[in-house]
């Protein structure tokens, strides 16, 4: 069962993003960018949409969930009667291919561990063909591959992989999932231990640009880090949620697809990374727009895709039941269509706010 919408922590890379429940299950993902078709959909569904789990065995209870300093570094501790392990989650900078990397920690004692991955492409609907090939594993449906690469052994039972392995007193486990088109070649592998370092580091360097000494500083930077973690990095386009088809209200209908970027969101947030001195995203923010609008004036829409696109069709994946069955789930939204006065008014604002910053006028090309 899905946790909590509140209780969802997210990872990403600035091109996509994880989202992981109370229990240490990365319940939705989509690879390679953010509004690309979910190979973990299990926030909409349950586990057997699509899901990555690694929790110890002998069961356990969670006593610690936190994010490394001003990080997107995720850290979940179980304690058990054999002893106490963290598992560290994160989606180190993009380089080549997208990865997202579990690495497992023994804190005390020696505690056996288990690794339950369902992988179902196409929003939780289709299940891959999947090869081992020792300690690697490669699942391939249409367009995608995914690949498994961690130095326990694996076994696939049922359409998921499955591992088990234990976990020492100092010992650190990675765990590896990367991404690749089906047709390309085999990605190169990462060294997971080394990712965890470099995506700590990335983050950490990024906040400390951060111009803010004021009242509740530490819920202000979580906030900067989410709202960054939002951003499309190669187009500069922000994103108004990871997800899509999470209700307003439970049981509703009112889910809509917000993996795209809002003038009037995007504008908010724009101030508030002013408001900080992060002027590099707002400049990109500021171009990414630009180019979203070219033409006739009056063809401007409300919103657009991450890179720009203008059509956003919209449709309903029925083998979904929604978040705490709040159906339809949806991907695209026609609000692309729509008029909304206040925008207009907004983008000005936002321009505004922008040259009072220092950013000078946009620039064409």
């Known amino acids: 069962m899905p946790s909590r919408i509140e209780d969802y922590a997210m990872v990403g890379d600035l091109q996509t993003a994880a989202l992981v429940s109370a229990d240490g299950s990365v319940d939705w993902l989509c690879f390679f960018r953010f509004d690309s078709p979910a190979c973990f959909a299990a926030m909409l569904g349950d586990d057997s949409n699509g899901r990555w789990r690694i929790a110890p065995t002998s069961g356990g209870h969670c006593t610690r969930r936190r994010y490394r300093g001003h990080t997107l570094v995720l850290e979940t501790e179980w ?8 598992v560290v989650d994160c989606m180190p900078p993009r380089g080549v291919a997208p990865d997202l990397v579990l690495v497992v920690e023994g804190i005390r004692g020696k505690v056996t561990l288990a690794s339950e991955l ?136 009112r889910n809509w697809d917000y993996r795209y970027c809002w003038l009037r969101d995007s504008t908010f947030t724009l101030s508030a990374l002013l408001g900080v001195g992060l002027l590099e995203e707002a400049r990109a923010w500021q171009q990414w727009m630009l180019r979203a609008v070219a033409g006739d004036p009056t063809d401007a829409q409300i919103m657009y895709g991450i890179d720009g696109t203008r059509r956003l069709p919209e449709y309903e994946l029925p083998w979904l039941p929604g978040y705490e069955g709040a159906a339809p789930v949806r991907v695209g939204n026609d609000a692309a269509g729509q008029v909304q006065g206040d925008v207009p008014g907004e983008v000005l604002a936002a321009a505004q706010v922008g040259r009072a910053a220092g950013i000078a006028p946009m620039e064409r090309g």
């Open 118 to 253: 369902c992988i179902r492409f196409d929003y939780g609907h289709v299940t891959p063909w999947t090869i081992i090939d020792g300690r690697e594993v490669r699942a391939v449906a249409g367009p995608d591959a995914l690949w498994l690469r961690a130095s326990a052994s694996h076994e696939v039972r049922e359409g998921e992989i499955f591992s088990r392995f234990t976990v020492s007193e100092g010992e650190r486990i990675p765990f590896v999932l990367t991404w690749s088109a089906s047709y390309g070649e085999r990605p190169v592998a990462i060294d997971g231990l080394q990712a965890v370092d470099d995506t700590e580091r990335f983050w950490r360097d990024w906040a400390g640009g951060i111009d803010y000494e004021g009242r509740w500083q530490d819920a202000v930077y979580r906030s900067l880090l989410t709202l960054k973690g939002l951003i499309y990095e190669p187009s500069g386009g922000i994103l108004a949620a990871a997800t899509t088809s999470l209700p307003e209200t439970l049981g509703g209908s």
């Open 79 to 86: 304690e058990t009667n054999e002893g106490v392990v963290r």
